[in-house]
Structure formats: C-alpha cells, structure tokens
C-alpha cells in the first residue's frame, strides 16, 4: 500500500514537508491548496516542485481548495473555480512521471475536491438549501464541470476524487452520482470524517465503492448527543477499527494520506501502522 502525508501547517516550507515525509518513509505528499504556499500560481513553477520530490524520491497528490464550488450562482466566480480546476490538471500531468517513477502506476494521479454546500435560508420551521430548491441549475453546473474535467484531463491518468466531510446532502449525493458515472472521477473516503458524524455517510459511499480510489485516514470519535465528534487523531488514539479500513482500502488498490494535523499525531500515526 501507499502511505503518504498532508502539507501541515507546522511546516513553513515544502522542504520541510519533504523532509518530514522522506525520514518518516512515506510515499508522497498531499499538496494542500488552502495553503498560500500551495497556490496555482505557486504551483505552475512546476519544475521547482518536481526537482523537490525527485531528490526525494517522493510523488504529490493534490487537495483542491475547499472552498472551491463550480456551481455557484455567480457565474464569474463558478468559472474562476473552473479555471482553477483546469490549470491544476495541467499541472498535476507534469507530475505524472513522479508517480511512475516512486508510486504505483496502477493508482491515478489523485485531485482531491470537496462537494460545497451552499447557501440556505432559514424559515421559521426549517432550513432551505438553495442547490436543493434550485436543483436543475445545480445539477447543470455538474454536467458542465464533468465534460470540461472529461476534456481537460483526456487520456492522462488523473481522477478527480470527491472526498466526504461532514455529510452529503440528498442533493449532492445526486450530483455526485452523476459525476461517478466518467471514468474521470472517483470517491474519497475520510474515514475520520465519516466516524465524527455518525458514519452517516457510509451506505453511500459502501454502495459506490468500486469507485473508491483515495483515502483520508486518521482516527476518530463519533458524536453524542452532548458533544460534536472529533476526527484528525492520531491512529489508535479513536474508536475507528482501522485495519478494517485500510483492508478496504487494500482491497479497492487507494492511497492512503495519514492526513492528521500535527507532527506529533503523524509520527504516532506511522509507529501506529508499524506496529
């Protein structure tokens, strides 16, 4: 299997992104473009960060801003997000050769992307979500994103991979389905995300999951009825039965990004899976 790890924000540089990932004995890094180090501008000097991992001997793998929503009513801001979308998969083609050359060529080159939400109005009795009310526009705005990934990506080997948060809406789940139908596209499981909500998310993702093809993995704790859950933790110090995951993940050939936040709970986490 491959292991990797997530930029931490304890880290101020990729060098030492790097680093950490090399002494740790990890197969790649997760580029994380919340991060203003991990920009598209910064990330289009392309040479710089494939010199960086090749020295290594590591590949990348990439998260796309969460914030990004190709559906959003304001089509200037939808394309600016799809034009995101569109130099990152030129950038992630340039980083192919370092996934043949120190990862598996039998996993795609992974874009990670969450599902954004939306906005919703709140009535007196409940709440409305405005994709949901306006599904036909939202669901439109999907048509587009595939094609246009269908296009931009063609025959390079790179799957756009929807990760699971903090739970699908009925809506989502919809447009998701959609985009599972191209070959281009693939599921993320967060398995930390999935235990802090209740695992609500795991008929869906169990009834698609030939299409798993990355993993986000780090413990957790689900929910009571008094305290939200907690997720980001660091291996065996939640309630996730995590050799049950990862066999999932073995057995649908995905990634694994160890993806805590600290370098204390990635260190424990790497002991974790040695032992």
Known sequence: MQFGMPTLIENGTLEDNIC?????????????????????????????????????????????DENLNVADFNLLVANAYLE?????????KK?????????????????????????????????????????????????????????????SDITVSIENTDGFREYEKRAIEYLLESPKFGLTWDIGHSKAIGEMDVPFIMEHSNKLRHFHIHDGIAKSDKEKGHNHLALGDGEINIQERLSMADNRNARCVLETKTIAALKKSVEYLKA
């Open 20 to 64: 950490l990932c090399k002494k740790l004995n990890l197969q790649f890094l997760e580029l994380n473009m919340n991060f203003p180090e991990y920009q598209l501008h910064k990330l289009e000097h392309t040479e710089e960060f494939y010199r960086a991992a090749d020295e290594a001997r590591l590949y990348y793998t990439i998260h796309l």
């Open 95 to 155: 980083l192919i050769p370092l996934r043949d050359k120190y990862g598996d060529k039998s996993q795609s080159l992974v874009v990670n992307m969450h599902m954004n939400h939306g906005i919703y109005i709140t009535l007196p009795d409940r709440k409305v979500q405005m994709y949901d009310r306006n599904f036909d526009v939202y669901l439109n705005s999907f048509k587009k994103f595939r094609a246009l990934c269908e296009e931009w990506i063609g025959d």
């Open 84 to 92: 995101t979308v569109n130099r990152i998969i030129e950038v992630a």
